[in-house]
């Protein structure tokens, strides 16, 4: 049995099938929720509102007993108010009849800020396709050799090839009208000077190849000149995954509790893949048949969805993959829509949670080269940290993007318009100055109220103000004696800091940060901190002389507000810099050099992956780190900061 489900204000309809839950029936019909926990009912971001009397003017049946009752679980997350007028989470409420589904702003997913851009780096131009141009004396009566045999002697006369290359059977079965469309000067497109995968007719002297990070929750993409080492075009896209859930975990338990669940999510980033394969060409003037190479970068869990490999055992203790070594796939085998006979090349798998991803950082930041101790730290949905230099180099993953990206934050939202991104609070009068995402000025009284949230940029910086300016005390307690009206109790009874009024949002609540929120940022800055400590302690030194932040969170963070709170362990802050998109950097240095493959081969067997959390003193050492900036452990760089705060 269907029913027919509307959401609005998309518009977007359909049947649904009975007992399905509303959070599936949007993931059907393509409306965007937000639903960072993947329906697991503890995160509270699926909110809508079920309207009713839409049917009954057709003659069709709609109470609200075509859904099935409220939860107990779900009315933690809602007022008396809001229940009383039919909000509901869309995970647990389940179809059995018409409705009609109204989707709050703030629920609704938006277009995220994606950081595409990293940094300039030097590098030897050496793709590992190129384009050979040849002209071959025609077939005669006289001379019948066939035209494989012909195009191999002319790249063996021009080229000084080694001998027969091996050819690809698509490229074969179009080879014929190729040579004689070109009156038998063609260009060949050869990789890795071992097998022929494209033969077009005439002059093309640019081969092209596209670098592509497909991360947890966006996918950057790069189209670049293979000939001149040029980058002229890129663009991105979220992850089409994130509707089955934000994180990695999520993901791999999507796939083992629905029969289609892997089959779904392969098809959403393959998709998503040949998009920006399509926006790209598109961009440059060129089609997709034009890609002759492709580069791709991810997480581990990504790299098995990408590939259609079941990712359960990633999950599962030991959370050993299927595939470690760097591989070439045709790209049409696993549905990427490039030329026909192009390979697609993953970087190799560390070790567990530590992907891919990671590796392009290192071939980006290159610490394997390095006398001086780096620390480089990937903020993504998964963190990843590496430590060490040329001598001995380490590596560890740690769960930091939930409570970062804006999960488990009670108005926390991916950065997108709206957002609140930078925050400053006087530490007198203890009023918020805030900077929304989209606006090129600080927030003032009687502009626009746009206000809908607070990405991850601004939550670090809220945090490090409330601290700053006595809000919260070291331990992330509130502060009940402020003076300040923004400082209260919330509807809950907990206590919360009012960073913006309802008159000055666009979702007609005060965006408040909770003391969940303090103790969400808590956990996953005391896993960066206890993480990035443990690799500096193994390496034997006690302090590292530059920190690196990579990623679209590192970039935008302040690295200030970051130390503040304890994030990463105690640096000159001039020696603590954001270079970008750094697995983006690195997924195009692969594609441009060959050399890069094999450092990447390399590296990914010299570092040593580090299992923090089966340390035996792991538990007090996190609980340690849980303080601001940290129970025991000395800030010198940051000392003067840390002497002006109020004793709370």
Known sequence: MEHTVIFQPSGRRGL?????????????????????????????????????GFFEKFGIDSKMSNLSPVLEEE??????????????LGCCAYVHGNILVFVPEESRG?????????RERAFGLEPVVKNYYIEMIPAT?????????????????????PGDLGIDYPVLLGLPEAVRDGDWKVTVSVWDDKEIIKVVPGLAEDPWGIAIDVGTTTVAAYLCNLRTGESPFKSSVMNPQIRYGEDVLSRITYAMMNDDGLEKMYTAIIDGVNTLVQRLTEMAGITPDDIV??????????????????????????????????????????????????????????????????????IAEEPYKQDKMMLIIDIGTNGEIDFGNK??????????????????????????????????????????SVKLISQEEWFKEGDEPIAKGVCGSGIIDAIAEMFKSGIIASSG???????????????????????????????????????????AVQLAKAALYVGAKYLMEKRGVEKADSVTLAGAFGSFIN???????????????????????AAGDGAKLALLSKTKRHEAEEVARFVQFVETATESDFQPRFADAMAFPHKTDQFPHIQHILDKIPKV
């Open 293 to 362: 190479d492709m580069v791709l970068v991810f997480n581990t869990a990504m790299h098995h969805i990408l590939l259609n490999i079941d990712p359960k055992y990633v999950g599962r203790a030991p959370f050993a993959p299927a595939l470690r070594s760097s591989m070439n796939f045709k790209a049409r085998d696993i549905g990427i829509k490039i030329a026909k006979g192009a390979y697609a090349h993953t970087l190799p798998v560390e070790a567990g949670f530590v992907g891919p991803d990671n590796v392009s950082v290192l």
């Open 477 to 519: 307690r509130f502060n009940q004696d402020t003076g300040s009206p923004r400082v209260r109790r919330g509807a809950d009874n907990k206590m919360e800091y009012v960073m913006c009024y309802a008159k000055d949002t666009s979702i007609g609540k005060d965006i408040t940060i909770t003391q969940g929120d303090v103790r």
């Open 16 to 52: 649904v099938k009975h007992g399905n839950s509303l959070l599936d029936a949007a993931r059907e019909l393509g409306v965007d929720i937000e639903a960072p926990c993947g329906g697991a009912r503890v995160c509270g971001k699926c909110k809508i509102k079920i309207e009713e």
């Open 141 to 161: 009566l006289d001379d019948q050799l066939d035209d494989y045999a012909r195009i191999n002697t002319a790249l063996v006369e021009k080229y000084n090839f």
């Open 75 to 88: 009315k933690d997350f809602f007022s008396t108010e809001e229940l009383a007028d039919n909000y509901r």
């Open 110 to 118: 938006a277009k995220q800020v994606i950081l595409e851009v990293g």
């Open 391 to 432: 001598d001995h180099l380490l590596s560890t993953s740690c769960a930091t993007g939930p409570a970062l990206e804006g999960a488990q934050i009670k108005f926390g939202m991916r950065a997108a318009p709206g957002a609140i991104e930078w925050v400053k609070i006087d530490p007198e009068t203890k009023e918020p």
């Open 559 to 581: 690295k200030e507000s970051a130390m503040v709170i304890g994030m990463f362990p105690d640096c000159d802050l001039e020696n603590v810099q954001a270079v970008g998109n």
